[in-house]
């Protein structure tokens, strides 16, 4: 079986390793120059149990990050936060994890540097390769890994597309720390609608550096950027003046996971397909997750003496979406859900939320990993006593909104068994319209 991986994505370098070892004849085009080129120069927070998982070490000097202080969108409070050091992420240099990924894929795999992957080649809507660097190769099934604005979708047969509200736009910078500012008061303190508005702003303390995040929902502004930024410096006076790595403006995507990221010859994996938990991230975890649901898929097709070009079937390859959705996508719906709702709460009330005893920190800890909460009648009971009265109205928002969150995560895992047309446009419309709130 001849498989093409386009893009170094972190799903496709670890399905390339997987489905490499003597299953299939498998390159990855990669458009950065080399590994050290390839994604992001800092360190991202990545759940241990994803290295476990895989079978791979934890990226040297990885460490790990348990506490985080909330601000209230208004500013009426904070909220201090103390992960258990056996539940928290350990924050792993990118560098590190892309040359690790790389080494790893390269035993099994060729991977091929400098080489951009403009398109998909397609017959009687059958993918059947790709145009790279202009000259066409053929596969039996190309991994789509090019991440968020992969140029390879609309190429393939009707797979799910992002609306502009759904990428969430990103200045990230460490910058040099101003030692004469008086020590922080909060290690991690994030910002949630910072400033009213819909997205969010960290100032991470981190040794001789502060970690600066600025992030809107659909778009930023240089306007908004640099009076998001001005605010930020008053409040964390640590942050210095000189940026020490970053500074750019990067794209996350902050919806559910793809409900079709499947075609004949084409999977879709990692950022290409929605993977991360919308606002909370983790596509780091979730792509390297998926990349073992795929290479499984394959491989079990191809041990069963299907041929390659069953194997790489939109039929065949429904099933590594199905799994996707039932054991990590359908949580993602709740997020989703959650995402819309407290962006549209008032700020007074997410604030008071945040800094009340109404949800406790467990349930903060919970829905910061992007795994739903559940509150249960009586619980809800004793929430309107530590309330009052005046607060329910705040509470059956709440309420509301946990209640769709849960149908969605249960639609979700309702995914159709099988790859057929009409049931899974039935399964994606009522889908969409509990998350939307339709
Ligand atoms: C500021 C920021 C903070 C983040 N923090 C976290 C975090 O803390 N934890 C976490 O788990 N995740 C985090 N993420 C998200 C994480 O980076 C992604 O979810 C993860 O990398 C999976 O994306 P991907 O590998 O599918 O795509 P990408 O990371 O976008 O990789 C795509 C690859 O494809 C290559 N490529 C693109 N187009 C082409 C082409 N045409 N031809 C050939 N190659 C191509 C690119 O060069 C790149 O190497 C963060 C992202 C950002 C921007």
């Known amino acids: 079986m001849r498989i093409i991986v386009a893009g170094a994505g972190i799903g496709g ?7 490499g070892k003597g299953r299939a004849d498998v390159t990855v085009y990669e458009r950065a120059d080399s590994a050290s080129d390839m994604r992001y120069p800092w360190h991202d927070d990545v759940s241990p149990s994803a290295f476990t998982d895989s079978g791979l070490e934890l990226p040297k000097d990885s460490f790990i990050k348990k506490d985080w202080s909330f601000v209230a969108p208004d500013g009426s409070g904070i909220r201090r936060m103390h992960e258990e050091e ?18 790893y894929a390269e035993k099994y795999c060729a991977v091929r540097f ?23 190769e053929k596969a039996d099934l190309v991994i789509d890994s090019t991440g968020l604005d992969s140029p390879l979708k609309q190429g393939a047969k009707s797979i799910t597309r992002h609306s502009a509200d759904e990428v969430f736009v990103v200045y990230r910078a460490f910058y040099e720390k101003n030692f004469e500012a ?29 970690d600066v995040l600025v992030g809107r929902l659909g778009e930023m502004s240089d306007e908004t950027l640099k009076r998001a930024l001005s605010v930020l410096k008053r409040e964390n006076p640590t942050i210095g003046e000189k940026t020490v790595m970053g500074g ?12 079709r990221m499947v075609s004949d010859g084409y999977a879709a994996i990692g950022d290409a397909a929605y993977m991360t938990i919308p606002m909370l991230g983790s596509g780091i975890a979730s792509s390297m997750a998926a990349a073992k649901m795929l290479s499984d898929v394959v491989a079990e097709a191809l041990d069963a003496g299907k041929s390659a070009s069953e194997a790489a079937s939109s039929e065949n390859l429904w ?10 996508g359908a949580n993602h719906c709740g997020v989703d859900v959650m995402k819309r709702g407290v962006l549209s709460f008032p700020d007074d009330m997410l604030g008071w939320l945040l800094t009340s005893s109404v949800l406790t920190n467990a349930d903060v800890c919970s829905l910061a990993k992007g795994n739903p909460i559940y509150i249960g009648f009586g619980e809800a009971l004793k929430k309107v006593r530590t309330a009052g009265i005046g607060k329910i109205p705040a509470l059956l928002k709440v309420n509301s909104m946990l209640t769709r969150s849960h149908r969605a995560i249960r639609l979700a895992r309702r995914i159709p068994e099988r790859y057929s047309a009409e049931a899974i446009a039935r399964w994606e419309k009522k889908l969409r319209r509990i998350i939307a709130g339709e």
């Open 248 to 259: 750019g403006i990067y794209r996350i995507p902050v919806r559910y996971p793809a409900t």
């Open 13 to 19: 370098l670890r399905a390339a390793a997987l489905l």
């Open 86 to 103: 056996s539940k928290a992420d350990y924050s792993v240099w990118r560098t590190r994890l892309n040359a690790e990924l790389v080494e």
């Open 182 to 210: 008086p020590e922080a008061e909060h290690s991690n303190k994030a910002y949630l609608k910072h400033m009213g508005e819909s997205g969010i702003a960290w100032a991470i303390q981190d040794g001789e550096l502060v």
């Open 319 to 328: 099933k590594y979406q199905r799994r996707f959705f039932t054991e990590i």
């Open 114 to 136: 400098g080489k951009n992957v403009t398109a998909l080649t397609s017959d009687n809507g059958r993918v059947t390769g790709v145009v790279v660097d202009g000259r066409e």
